[in-house]
């Protein structure tokens, strides 16, 4: 027999290999942070003994969610400034107080973010945001793997003074992590509105240098596209192309404002396309054309975007809105189908990452999963796991998130940090907002 560290049993699993394959009565046996085998548990019981067994009865196991797109540390500005549109939103209320942002603020904000994307299922995250480094070591003590960057404006940030010292700050961010196994670095022009071009091609050359993806917001709204044709005499994804962006991995978050040309040379490009259908949707900024997406060969994913446009980082959420959303602009109840759903925030999102071990349950794969209670009155009864994944479960019923085969929450508990120290610092956080806002308690 073969030894694994730890054997999981649970009464399903959805694995999300090629075949789509859902297991009934089965076992996950995981060894150094991989997966070592699945399938029946009678099967893994004959093959391995283990150091632990951690048996999850009436419970489903499928991979751990990917948010391909987010600013984990916007959760200190959660349902601070709702209900306007983008530009105003960004202007207006959220750049203004990013201007008193400090490391702590950004790492607290983040850790917050964290718990609730593992709380939720999530185990994989592609973030930008100021003071990165921060961010990464809120997502290294949280546990979840982590892509992401400093973010590069053409004006002055909190963290940076100019786009020079975001891309020289991004360059040591990816050498002070580069040994880490769960944490990559991303070079992260913010938009073709808010960067130059000379700027975004210095992002591209950098990219290059290094072997870094990149992650820009592209073609989020019509007044983006506008404003580029003003500035640049191109449209978003014509311009962000014409600087070298569009190179093969880059994820652009966001994509509304894009047309059938525009998907067929972003499925060319090898490029990702983060759909975030809950901010577009407050932000009334359009709906991505998911559908057009993928039937032009465009791999697409799904994120929260951050808790200041979308007051949530639930994946689950977003993949019930995805599926509605798209029903509902399309007048066609085929489409958006809840495998097409799920595959995006899976499979789509570990291409996003970069990572093919993970979005799949089956021998080679990073061991990050979770699992769901089916005894929540919701998900019964079950006929098809995958719809009730999509279009029924909320995300409270997950009761157990690993990544790297590490149990990072179980049953209302968080392993690597503590919880209430966090509600604490949060608290303070919300104070000093409310004091430079002028709002008082």
């Given at each position: 027999?073969?030894?694994?560290?730890?054997?999981?049993?649970?009464?399903?699993?959805?694995?999300?290999?090629?075949?789509?394959?859902?297991?009934?009565?089965?076992?996950?046996?995981?060894?150094?942070?991989?997966?070592?085998?699945?399938?029946?548990?009678?099967?893994?019981?004959?093959?391995?003994?283990?150091?632990?067994?951690?048996?999850?009865?009436?419970?489903?196991?499928?991979?751990?969610?990917?948010?391909?797109?987010?600013?984990?540390?916007?959760?200190?500005?959660?349902?601070?400034?709702?209900?306007?549109?983008?530009?105003?939103?960004?202007?207006?209320?959220?750049?203004?107080?990013?201007?008193?942002?400090?490391?702590?603020?950004?790492?607290?904000?983040?850790?917050?973010?964290?718990?609730?994307?593992?709380?939720?299922?999530?185990?994989?995250?592609?973030?930008?945001?100021?003071?990165?480094?921060?961010?990464?070591?809120?997502?290294?003590?949280?546990?979840?793997?982590?892509?992401?960057?400093?973010?590069?404006?053409?004006?002055?940030?909190?963290?940076?003074?100019?786009?020079?010292?975001?891309?020289?700050?991004?360059?040591?961010?990816?050498?002070?992590?580069?040994?880490?196994?769960?944490?990559?670095?991303?070079?992260?022009?913010?938009?073709?509105?808010?960067?130059?071009?000379?700027?975004?091609?210095?992002?591209?050359?950098?990219?290059?240098?290094?072997?870094?993806?990149?992650?820009?917001?592209?073609?989020?709204?019509?007044?983006?596209?506008?404003?580029?044709?003003?500035?640049?005499?191109?449209?978003?994804?014509?311009?962000?192309?014409?600087?070298?962006?569009?190179?093969?991995?880059?994820?652009?978050?966001h994509a509304v404002d894009v047309n059938e040309a525009e998907l067929r040379l972003l499925a060319e490009r090898g490029v990702r396309a983060a759909h975030n259908p809950s901010s577009n949707m407050k932000l009334a900024s359009g709906a991505a054309p998911l559908p057009a997406m993928l039937r032009a060969g465009l791999t697409a994913a799904l994120g929260t975007d951050g808790a200041a446009s979308n007051n949530q980082l639930n994946m689950?959420?977003?993949?019930?809105?995805?599926?509605?959303?798209?029903?509902?602009?399309?007048?066609?109840?085929?489409?958006?189908?809840?495998?097409?759903?799920?595959?995006?925030?899976?499979?789509?999102?570990?291409?996003?990452?970069?990572?093919?071990?993970?979005?799949?349950?089956?021998?080679?794969?990073?061991?990050?999963?979770?699992?769901?209670?089916?005894?929540?009155?919701?998900?019964?009864?079950?006929?098809?796991?995958?719809?009730?994944?999509?279009?029924?479960?909320?995300?409270?019923?997950?009761?157990?998130?690993?990544?790297?085969?590490?149990?990072?929450?179980?049953?209302?508990?968080?392993?690597?940090?503590?919880?209430?120290?966090?509600?604490?610092?949060?608290?303070?956080?919300?104070?000093?907002?409310?004091?430079?806002?002028?709002?008082?308690?």
């Amino acid at each position: 027999m073969q030894h694994c560290d730890t054997l999981f049993h649970a009464a399903r699993i959805i694995t999300q290999d090629a075949g789509r394959t859902v297991l009934d009565d089965a076992a996950l046996a995981v060894r150094d942070g991989k997966i070592a085998d699945a399938g029946p548990v009678a099967e893994l019981e004959a093959r391995w003994t283990s150091d632990e067994r951690i048996n999850l009865p009436n419970m489903l196991l499928m991979p751990g969610l990917v948010n391909a797109h987010t600013h984990a540390a916007m959760t200190f500005l959660r349902g601070l400034a709702d209900d306007m549109p983008l530009m105003e939103w960004l202007q207006e209320r959220i750049f203004p107080m990013e201007r008193e942002l400090t490391p702590h603020i950004v790492r607290t904000g983040s850790l917050m973010g964290f718990a609730e994307m593992l709380r939720t299922g999530c185990t994989a995250c592609i973030d930008m945001y100021i003071f990165e480094q921060a961010v990464f070591e809120a997502a290294h003590t949280a546990g979840l793997r982590c892509l992401g960057g400093e973010v590069v404006f053409d004006f002055p940030s909190a963290c940076c003074p100019d786009p020079r010292a975001a891309l020289e700050t991004t360059r040591a961010l990816a050498d002070a992590w580069k040994d880490d196994p769960l944490l990559r670095v991303a070079v992260c022009p913010h938009s073709v509105y808010t960067t130059s071009e000379k700027t975004l091609r210095d992002c591209a050359r950098l990219a290059e240098e290094l072997d870094l993806p990149l992650h820009v917001h592209l073609a989020e709204t019509p007044a983006e596209t506008a404003m580029s044709l003003k500035l640049h005499g191109r449209r978003p994804a014509a311009h962000a192309d014409a600087c070298g962006l569009l190179r093969p991995g880059a994820v652009v978050a966001h994509a509304v404002d894009v047309n059938e040309a525009e998907l067929r040379l972003l499925a060319e490009r090898g490029v990702r396309a983060a759909h975030n259908p809950s901010s577009n949707m407050k932000l009334a900024s359009g709906a991505a054309p998911l559908p057009a997406m993928l039937r032009a060969g465009l791999t697409a994913a799904l994120g929260t975007d951050g808790a200041a446009s979308n007051n949530q980082l639930n994946m689950f959420t977003e993949m019930g809105r995805a599926a509605l959303l798209h029903k509902l602009v399309c007048a066609d109840p085929t489409v958006a189908t809840a495998r097409e759903i799920l595959d995006a925030a899976t499979l789509g999102g570990a291409a996003a990452f970069g990572d093919p071990a993970l979005g799949r349950l089956e021998a080679g794969a990073a061991a990050d999963f979770i699992a769901l209670d089916l005894d929540s009155p919701n998900l019964r009864p079950m006929y098809n796991p995958v719809s009730h994944v999509v279009y029924a479960a909320t995300g409270a019923e997950v009761r157990l998130t690993v990544a790297a085969g590490r149990v990072l929450y179980r049953d209302g508990r968080f392993t690597t940090f503590d919880y209430p120290a966090l509600l604490r610092e949060i608290d303070d956080i919300r104070d000093f907002v409310l004091r430079k806002t002028g709002t008082g308690r």
